[in-house]
């Protein structure tokens, strides 16, 4: 039974365009969320995070989204370069148990 | 600066046979963990570690082992290599203070035949 989702395999947008990437969780007692990037032959990348008391974290081009009653997270990418062009997993984590939680991915394509 | 070095980065093994990744970590990292990585399923977590000689398992421990007797090496044992173990395996640490990132390795292609 996951308890992070990502719905969506896969998301093309055009350079310069917003690219706004979604994750689901289960467990509302997750402390920690995180957006991680890969590219193939790699391993995944640290890209941002966000508390649980916080609804919003920038860092330049990234924004990340939470929104506890949904319990929805979301990554937003503006503007989106081809260079962004990998696949990204949310996590979360919860401090009791000491274990990190990953959705499934979304491979996100930025075209020129 | 080396950071999480996964050792080795591909591997082929006929069903039944045994090994042992390497994970190696230079940060001082408390926490370390194993994950493994599968088409349309995302990172599964297989093991982790709060520190040296504490061990824990995650949600698909089953044929594997690991042990932390140094705060810096986790090694991950496959005792007896079955074709569903065929994946890619990433061991990743972190400080295991609160809204710390984990740090991955590069990862080890592992094919069982």
């Known amino acids: 039974d996951q308890q992070v989702k990502q719905n969506s395999p896969s998301l093309s947008v055009q350079e310069g365009r917003i690219s706004i990437l979604n994750c689901d969780y289960t467990?509302?007692?997750?402390?920690?969320f995180l957006w991680y990037k890969k590219y193939p032959a790699e391993g995944p990348t640290f890209l941002i995070s966000?508390?649980?008391?916080?609804d919003k974290n920038e860092d330049g081009r990234f924004t990340v989204f939470l929104n506890k009653s949904a319990k929805h997270l979301s990554l937003h990418i503006v503007p989106s370069q081809p260079g962004d062009s990998a696949v990204y997993f949310c996590?979360?984590?919860?401090?009791?148990?000491?274990?990190?939680?990953f959705g499934s991915g979304t491979k996100l394509n930025v075209k020129p | 600066n080396a950071g999480v070095t996964q050792t080795p980065k591909f591997q082929v093994l006929k069903t039944g046979q045994s090994m042992t990744l390497q994970c190696a970590q230079d940060?001082?990292?408390?926490?370390m963990s194993w994950y493994r990585q599968d088409p349309g399923m995302g990172l599964r977590l297989i093991h982790y570690?709060?520190?040296?000689?504490?061990?824990d398992q995650g949600e698909v421990p089953n044929g594997y082992n690991v042990s932390r007797s140094t705060t810096e090496d986790f090694p991950l044992r496959l005792l007896s290599a079955a074709p569903s173990q065929t994946s890619v395996y990433f061991c990743?640490?972190?400080?295991?203070?609160?809204?710390?990132?984990?740090?991955f390795g590069n990862g080890t292609r592992l094919t069982v035949t």
């Open positions: 467990n509302s007692m997750f402390d920690y």
């Open positions: 990743a640490s972190s400080p295991g203070d609160s809204n710390s990132p984990l740090h």
């Open positions: 996590a979360a984590f919860q401090y009791n148990f000491n274990k990190f939680y």
């Open positions: 570690s709060v520190g040296a000689g504490i061990t």
């Open positions: 940060m001082n990292h408390e926490y």
């Open positions: 966000i508390s649980s008391i916080k």
